[in-house]
């Protein structure tokens, strides 16, 4: 019969250390009280209160973001270089944190090894913070005894992606922000100060302008429902967000559009290139097979168009293929890209040629994101400035109007 999973918990004890003599307390993970006095006695310690933690009523601090993971990696990477044991990297990098979910995940891992645990298995325990790209190259460090510069690399490769992400969402959210604000805007003038001009207008008597009577219209159309209009877009983006989400024709639908952006799809594309040579580099340093670093690079593009070209990119290898003749193949990748791979196969130094290219195109997402925004400013504000502009005009024709007849 199968062994039932046991969910490690955090609880909290105070005790006598032995040597000293001193009253101590502090907090440990396992799977019961009993295993946390045994581990305390090991440790000279004599328990005498060990019970579970409490938990806050709203979950106990923020969500752990891929940010903390990148931090956590760099932190453990450079303590285990400097020659601090493992489990002792986990206590203070875990005790020291000031988020408790991700302290308890941390802490959660150390327990593990503390047990005679691998640090692989226990890092799977979280998929969610830790994808198998993590999982399988620390597997491959521990496994070849060389745990430490795999961390390294793990450290830096979260870092390069956490940078590269930072300027996509950079590059997104200035201009969504700005359309945003200047529907709320344009909702507000049409719901509560274009009514106010209606009123004054029934008392000219006098046929008004066409633009006035079109914006009186839609006024009218806001007023009565405004609700509907703001509860259908909201619909709608949650719709095509779960759409996108649940259906892999309407993510693909999706992705391969958002490539044939003007500007936007160039960054979206430059961006997916770098992902791709980035992990694939990293996973080829630490000594993972070709064939099967592909699966992980795939998930890791970011977009499903080079997702499933990646996949399909790995199969070719598989069957003897060189990873350049693939890629030539896919259509996805420029000849300076594939020209580069090339040279690396032949050369036996594909993971440097690799990370070459990632660098390139970092930087070339970073050139372009800083382009889009210096295009970008000077076009919303002349969208901005025709649209309010637009409507205080249509509102002070007729005032104009009945000026000329006085």
């Known amino acids: 019969m199968a062994q039932q999973a046991v969910k490690n918990e955090m609880f909290v004890w105070e005790g006598k250390d032995l040597r000293s003599g001193r009253k101590v307390k502090g907090e440990m993970t396992g799977t019961s009280d009993a295993l946390i006095k045994a581990t305390l006695r090991r440790q000279g310690i004599n328990p005498t209160v060990v019970k579970k933690k409490a938990r806050s009523l709203f979950g106990g601090g923020k969500a752990i973001t891929s940010k903390d993971i990148a931090v956590f990696s760099r932190q453990l990477a450079t303590m285990m270089s400097s020659g601090v044991p493992m489990v002792q990297a986990f206590e203070i990098v875990g005790r020291g944190h000031a988020n408790p979910k991700m302290q308890d995940l941390i802490l959660g891992i150390k327990a593990h090894v503390e047990q005679g ?5 226990g890092l799977a325990k979280y998929p969610r913070q830790f994808d198998d790209l993590f999982v399988n190259l620390v597997a491959a460090g521990e ?8 961390l390294d690399k793990i450290a830096t490769y979260r870092e390069k992606m956490e940078a590269l992400k930072s300027k996509i969402k950079g ?22 100060v274009i009514p106010q001009f209606e009123e004054l207008f029934k008392g000219f008597g006098a046929d008004l302008p066409y633009p006035t009577k ?7 159309i806001f007023q009565a429902y405004w609700w509907a209009i703001f509860g259908g877009i909201g619909a709608a983006i949650f719709g095509v967000l779960e759409a996108r989400k649940r259906s892999p024709r309407v993510a693909h639908f999706f992705d391969r559009m958002s490539l044939k952006i003007p500007v936007m799809g160039d960054i979206l594309e430059k961006s997916a290139i770098a992902r791709f040579a980035r992990t694939l580099s990293t996973m080829f340093a630490a000594g993972t097979p070709l064939v099967e670093a592909m699966t992980s690079v795939a998930g890791a593009c970011g977009n499903i ?8 990119m790995r199969d070719d290898v598989a069957t003897g293929t060189q990873l350049q003749v693939a890629m030539r193949d896919s259509g996805l990748f420029p000849n300076m890209v594939v020209q580069m791979v090339a040279i690396g196969e032949e050369s036996g130094s594909l ?4 990370s070459k290219v990632a660098d390139w195109y970092e930087q070339e997402v970073d050139d372009a994101v800083e382009s ?3 295009l970008l400013e000077p076009i919303i504000m002349s969208v901005l400035g025709v649209l309010i502009g637009g409507l205080v005009i249509a509102m002070y024709l007729p005032i104009f109007k009945m000026g000329q007849a006085v």
């Open 143 to 150: 496994a070849s005894g060389i745990l430490e510069s795999i």
């Open 351 to 354: 993971d440097s040629m690799l």
């Open 305 to 312: 168009i080079f997702y499933e070209a990646t996949l399909r």
């Open 117 to 121: 645990g691998n640090l692989a298995d």
């Open 171 to 192: 590059a997104l959210f200035y201009p969504i922000a700005v359309i945003v604000v200047a529907f709320i805007i344009t909702a507000i003038l049409m719901i509560f």
């Open 214 to 220: 079109m914006v009186i219209a839609t006024s009218q």
């Open 372 to 374: 889009l925004t210096a």
